[in-house]
């Protein structure tokens, strides 16, 4: 269902409040054809049959709130993380001998600019790759310029530190391109749609066996539904939607580190 991920909120929210109400308007058609040679006893036994579907979607969705909503503030605890280890390999990278820290201190801040372009190319895969590519390529100067340090100076303990914390940085990056990868389970969302479905479809049925078509209620409910599907979704996307994850701690960072030569 990726393409979720790439549909407005607005569509995809309108898109699935229609289908929502055009299954409770099936089932109550469907249960208002079959009314009539409906006993009283059987009435009731969809309507328990209704109120556990609902509980059965009441459940999918705050199960599914919580894989979306942890995969969320992992991410978000990635960036202050990686902000972190940046901020930490950048004062240690200072410890290491003339002319090193110099050639170092030159590459942390086009460094940064590069990592906040990872959020903000979105889904661009052009701009992905070449957000790769050149933080490749600045790792690759970073580590050249430690690794010749730790040639010319190879006891000295601040320069072990030095690499430890650039071996730090890097990984965190590899952290963050997995986590914006771990999405909701395609089967899960597939799951919640269907039981959303069948429980508006089982309420259209309850309420056309009764014969009353209460269709400010059933709007009220789908639009309650669709919602939190709709967050739902917009969580499991971090590089675009309403809800976003903040990059503060980068750009605090960058502010530290000064601008970019």
């Given at each position: 269902m990726d393409f979720l991920f790439d549909a407005s909120e607005t569509l995809t929210y309108c898109v699935t409040l229609l289908l929502l109400v055009l299954a409770a308007e099936l089932g109550?058609?469907?249960?208002?054809?079959?009314?009539?040679?409906?006993?009283?006893?059987?009435?009731?036994?969809?309507?328990?049959?209704?109120?556990?579907?609902?509980?059965?979607?009441?459940?999918?969705?705050?199960?599914?709130?919580?894989?979306?909503?942890?995969?969320?503030?992992?991410?978000?605890?990635?960036?202050?993380?990686?902000?972190?280890?940046?901020?930490?390999?950048?004062?240690?990278?200072?410890?290491?001998?003339?002319?090193?820290?110099?050639?170092?201190?030159?590459?942390?801040?086009?460094?940064?600019?590069?990592?906040?372009?990872?959020?903000?190319?979105?889904?661009?895969?052009?701009?992905?790759?070449?957000?790769?590519?050149?933080?490749?390529?600045?790792?690759?100067?970073?580590?050249?310029?430690?690794?010749?340090?730790?040639?010319?100076?190879?006891?000295?303990?601040?320069?072990?530190?030095?690499?430890?914390?650039?071996?730090?940085?890097?990984?965190?990056?590899?952290?963050?391109?997995?986590?914006?990868?771990n999405r909701v389970p395609e089967s899960v969302l597939q799951l919640l749609f269907f039981v959303a479905f069948v429980s508006f479809a089982l309420t259209g049925y309850s309420l056309g066996l009764s014969g009353a078509r209460a269709l400010k209620l059933v709007l009220m409910l789908a639009a309650l539904v669709a919602a939190v599907i709709i967050l739902i979704v917009d969580l499991d996307r971090p590089r675009r939607g309403l809800i976003v994850v903040s990059q503060q701690s980068m750009l605090d960072l960058q502010q530290s580190l000064g601008a970019p030569d």
């Amino acid at each position: 269902m990726d393409f979720l991920f790439d549909a407005s909120e607005t569509l995809t929210y309108c898109v699935t409040l229609l289908l929502l109400v055009l299954a409770a308007e099936l089932g109550f058609r469907l249960g208002r054809r079959e009314s009539r040679g409906i006993g009283e006893h059987t009435r009731s036994q969809a309507g328990a049959i209704q109120a556990a579907v609902l509980g059965l979607l009441a459940l999918l969705l705050g199960f599914t709130f919580s894989l979306s909503s942890a995969r969320f503030d992992a991410r978000k605890q990635l960036v202050v993380q990686e902000a972190n280890a940046i901020g930490t390999a950048a004062l240690r990278a200072a410890l290491l001998p003339q002319p090193y820290p110099r050639e170092l201190a030159k590459l942390f801040p086009p460094y940064v600019q590069v990592r906040l372009g990872f959020l903000d190319a979105g889904t661009d895969q052009d701009q992905l790759k070449e957000v790769a590519r050149r933080t490749q390529a600045l790792q690759t100067q970073m580590w050249a310029l430690a690794t010749a340090a730790a040639i010319a100076d190879p006891h000295a303990v601040s320069t072990g530190l030095a690499l430890q914390a650039l071996n730090d940085m890097f990984d965190v990056t590899s952290k963050r391109s997995a986590a914006l990868r771990n999405r909701v389970p395609e089967s899960v969302l597939q799951l919640l749609f269907f039981v959303a479905f069948v429980s508006f479809a089982l309420t259209g049925y309850s309420l056309g066996l009764s014969g009353a078509r209460a269709l400010k209620l059933v709007l009220m409910l789908a639009a309650l539904v669709a919602a939190v599907i709709i967050l739902i979704v917009d969580l499991d996307r971090p590089r675009r939607g309403l809800i976003v994850v903040s990059q503060q701690s980068m750009l605090d960072l960058q502010q530290s580190l000064g601008a970019p030569d």
